[in-house]
């Protein structure tokens, strides 16, 4: 389903897409205040982007150094090329330790590989641990969000869906009995699990150790009671040493939240006595969107939700419109690389204003990789006819000041003296859900001729 | 060829030329600013509470008088026996604190841009403690607050630590409608008491 079609099904609710996009707006706003209290923002967020041109640059060299630390510190490390065989690694790490029960704290990676259901159908019982996703596990649903998986959720459905799996009493969506509830229920599952799999936020060649960030605290409670921590990551999570942590720990909560950093960032080097700690390394495509040298910095996220928060078209079409793992803008420069086919609406998903560039902490430039996933995508990828002849009569049109002026005119003539009925028919695709503006009786080149006489 | 090797080559393959890594010239960032009240205010903004303590022998007295008559305590420093109703030497696995009420744990240094304090292995005696306690008490000493979070790694620099972590406020979430909640998976609540040396 293309990314409009998609979102049309977002949109059928508007009070809900109202709140959606307030809340996330809300959010980015946060960010604008935290971020303006700190000397040197712009600096900062020039070093977070020198830092990962420079990992991605060496990225084979961190890998090792970081293995043969991780290993020294007694870490088990392992090498995964694609989702299918992280899975296989981490079913296999679980049967040697006669694991059945897990706890998860939150990884996109994970997400990435389809893990859960892969698990679930070889008997392994799967709990995700972070609040939002442990919502979209009982409604079985996929985060809409990287950092607020269930902010398509509103509070009546989660109070039914608890209701329903958690047996709690109805009481009107209130966030706090349910959020001690969920406590309770989570609690349980801690003290019965197997195992722990945690992300990871940072993963540090010079020492072997990796860093998880969490606000809730479910990535420690799992991976200190578990006899058993497997920890999940990317290629593109190393950096080259610990002091680099100040850069991306100032950055990331305050781009994510607007908190000045998270509750808990939680350092692992090696695993206590008596348990098990394993990491997983995975690639599933990233080291061939590295080569790619347009979209090499797509890899240099570091997972803030940042260019959600602001995106105008991800706060009024939600997460799931996407339909990748990532979604929103950075999504929509990661995917295309992955299955250009399946994703080849998204870098269309956007007005290309900016505003996603403007805040990364580690500078991408979104919108021009967006733009120039679309001269792949129309060259690759067939298109509709309509767009196909739409897009030569414009091209046209937009090279001939004449034509343009001419065209001009009965579009504005059009627009003042057509009825609403008309200007908002079917066939109009820009008048759907939207009153168009007033045309004004005079194109703007005539205006400024006037304007020098 | 393993994944391992596979992947290394293809990493190799399509890696762009050597980027050179950026010098962090931390006095950059530095501001004229009272540590001792900028940590102070974030501590709150983080959903913490602060304390002043006289000494580190007056932080018990405080504590029982915060959180009365809890059943289960525990706390690591010294002087601390009428207090403790729990011995970890006695414990076969961390899953039996689940009832821990209030811990109480000495940090190592705190960051004053956010309300962060450090604590590793020399100050936590088993991991599960700061997160499975309901309260949690931190007693720091207030010459041990640092400006930002680049000083704290300089500190960090020559520690060898097999785990550690930085602690900012109690747990929260807000991922019900966007609705701040504290208390979610880990402590309830946080309490900062600061004493002078």
């Keep these: 389903m293309s990314h409009s079609k998609a979102a049309t099904i977002f949109n059928k609710d508007e009070s809900k897409v109202n709140w959606h996009d307030k809340a996330l707006w809300f959010v980015r706003h946060k960010r604008d205040l935290s971020v303006h209290a700190v000397k040197g923002w712009e600096e900062l967020r020039g070093l977070g982007s020198q830092i990962k041109a420079n990992v991605m640059s060496n990225l084979d060299d961190y890998l090792v150094q970081f293995e043969e630390h991780a290993s020294k510190n007694g870490i088990v490390v392992h090498w995964a090329k694609d989702g299918t065989e992280h899975n296989s690694i981490v079913l296999q790490i679980l049967n040697e330790n006669k694991a059945k029960k897990l706890v998860k704290s939150k990884s996109m990676l994970t997400e990435e590989c389809h893990l859960n259901p892969y698990l679930i159908k070889n008997g392994i019982e799967v709990v995700d641990t972070d609040l939002g996703e442990r919502i979209v596990q009982l409604a079985k649903e996929a985060p809409s969000h990287i950092v607020l998986p269930a902010i398509h959720k509103t509070k009546e459905e989660v109070d039914v869906l608890f209701q329903e799996h958690l047996d709690t009493k109805p009481c009107d969506g209130d966030p706090q009995y349910l959020t001690m509830e969920a406590r309770k229920h989570l609690r349980e599952k801690f003290i019965q699990a197997d195992a722990a799999i945690t992300g990871v936020n940072f993963a540090i060649a010079e020492t072997g150790g990796f860093v998880v960030c969490t606000n809730e605290g479910n990535a420690d409670m799992g991976a200190h009671l578990a006899p058993l921590h497997i920890a999940c990551m990317g290629i593109e999570k190393l950096i080259p040493k610990q002091e680099h942590l100040g850069v991306f720990l100032r950055l990331l909560a305050r781009s994510a939240t607007g908190q000045p950093i998270t509750t808990y960032t939680s350092h692992f080097k090696r695993p206590r006595e008596g348990t098990k700690m394993h990491v997983i390394i995975v690639d599933n495509g990233r080291s061939i969107q590295l080569g790619l040298e347009d979209f090499r910095s797509s890899l240099h996220c570091i997972r803030c939700g940042a260019c959600m928060n602001t995106c105008p078209i991800y706060r009024r079409s939600g997460g799931h419109s996407y339909d990748a793992t990532i979604p929103g803008p950075i999504g929509s420069i990661l995917s295309p690389g992955k299955d250009l086919k399946k994703h080849s609406t998204l870098p269309f998903a956007s007005t290309l204003c900016g505003s996603c560039a403007d805040v990364c902490p580690v500078k991408i430039d979104i919108p021009d990789q967006l733009y120039k996933w679309r001269q792949i995508i129309t060259k690759e990828v067939p298109q509709s006819t309509i767009k196909k002849i739409s897009m030569k009569i414009m091209g046209r049109v937009f090279a001939n000041p004449i034509k343009f002026e001419k065209v001009g005119k009965t579009g504005r003539w059009t627009l003042r003296n057509s009825p609403k009925s008309m200007i908002n028919s079917k066939l109009n695709v820009w008048g759907k859900n939207r009153d168009l503006p007033d045309a004004p009786k005079e194109s703007f080149s005539a205006w400024y001729k006037k304007r020098k006489q | ?197």
């Design chain 2, 1 to 197: 060829m393993n994944s391992r090797s596979e992947i290394l080559s293809k990493i190799k393959a399509n890696k762009p030329a050597s980027i050179r890594i950026p010098e962090i010239d931390i006095d950059f960032f530095r501001e004229d600013i009272d540590l001792l009240s900028e940590f102070k205010n974030k501590i709150v903004e983080v959903g913490g509470t602060i304390y002043s303590v006289v000494s580190i022998n007056d932080v018990i007295d405080k504590v029982t008088s915060l959180y009365g008559d809890t059943k289960n305590n525990y706390s690591v420093l010294e002087g601390s026996e009428g207090f403790n109703t729990i011995n970890l030497e006695e414990l076969n696995k961390p899953h039996e604190l689940e009832d821990l009420d209030v811990l109480v744990l000495k940090g190592a240094f705190g960051v004053s841009e956010n309300g962060a304090i450090w604590l590793s292995d020399d100050q936590i005696p088993i991991r599960v403690l700061p997160f499975i306690t309901k309260h949690l008490v931190l007693v720091l000493e207030e010459s041990k607050i640092l400006q930002l979070q680049h000083h704290a790694y300089d500190l960090l620099e020559d520690e060898d630590y097999d785990y550690g972590l930085f602690i900012s406020g109690p747990s929260k979430t807000a991922d019900i409608e966007q609705s701040l909640v504290i208390g979610a998976q880990g402590a309830l609540s946080l309490s900062v008491l600061l004493y002078k040396k």
